[in-house]
């Protein structure tokens, strides 16, 4: 079946502009993650949705960052004033169940250059 | 919060050599998952650790739990080059919120 999938798969866009990554998880998952990674570097966790719980935001690094889930289903991640540190792989994840014993399944990630 | 560590950072080993990594957290954790990312790739799911010293094994692959449950280790027997690339441990907390992260262990094999 379909995996998640994230667009676009690449972005470059100027220091100063706002950008939105978009993920669409597996059908049915109602986990979803959003990381960063930056080159050669691990995960950073930016903000976890479950269900219809109020998502888990410790991880977003400023407030130039927000994500929303809507229905349950599509995921956006925006970020505000783009700055050059904010150049990463941007990978989203979906799992099945609540809790933490389902795996997860990542997307291929958006590729996020800031010139 | 819930903190997992993983060392080492960075493994070179030559190819046939055995390799190890060792995954540890603050907190007891419900399960322990570990993932591979390939160079270029994202991270794809191996395995999921639940009880307590838990030993499953996967080809030349052999994953522990700790008894405590608060740490967990990889071994690579005789690695290969498809081996390459970098192992993450995930620990679920016992609150069954979400996942975290330990920060990776990125093994380069030798021909």
């Known amino acids: 079946g379909a995996g998640v999938s994230q667009s676009p798969s690449n972005k470059v866009t100027e220091k100063g502009k706002d950008v939105e990554l978009r993920c669409d998880p597996i059908s049915g998952h109602t986990a979803l993650y959003w990381y960063r990674q930056s080159l050669g570097q691990g995960l950073e966790f930016l903000i976890y949705?479950?269900?219809?719980?109020?998502?888990?935001k410790s991880g977003l690094p400023s407030d130039r960052f927000s994500a929303e889930r809507t229905g349950g289903s599509v995921s956006t991640l925006t970020i505000q004033r783009t700055q050059q540190e904010d150049s990463a792989v941007y990978l989203c994840a979906s799992s099945r169940g609540q809790g933490t014993y389902s795996p997860l399944h990542f997307g291929n990630g958006t590729r996020l250059t800031v010139t | 919060g819930q903190q997992v560590m993983q060392i080492p950072q960075y493994q070179h080993v030559q190819e046939g050599e055995d390799f190890t990594t060792y995954c540890n957290s603050s907190?007891?954790?419900?399960?322990i998952q570990w993932y591979k990312q390939r160079p270029g790739g994202h991270p794809v799911f191996l395995i999921q650790?639940?009880?307590?010293?838990e030993v499953k094994k996967q080809k030349r692959l052999t994953f522990q739990f700790g008894e405590a449950k608060k740490n967990s280790s990889l071994h690579i027997t005789a690695t290969q080059t498809t081996d390459v690339g970098t192992y993450f441990c995930?620990?679920?907390?016992?609150?069954?919120?979400?996942?975290?992260f330990g920060g990776g262990t990125r093994l380069m094999v030798k021909p």
């Open positions: 650790l639940v009880k307590s010293g």
């Open positions: 907190t007891t954790l419900s399960n």
């Open positions: 949705f479950q269900g219809n719980s109020a998502p888990d």
């Open positions: 995930a620990g679920g907390d016992n609150a069954g919120n979400m996942l975290t």
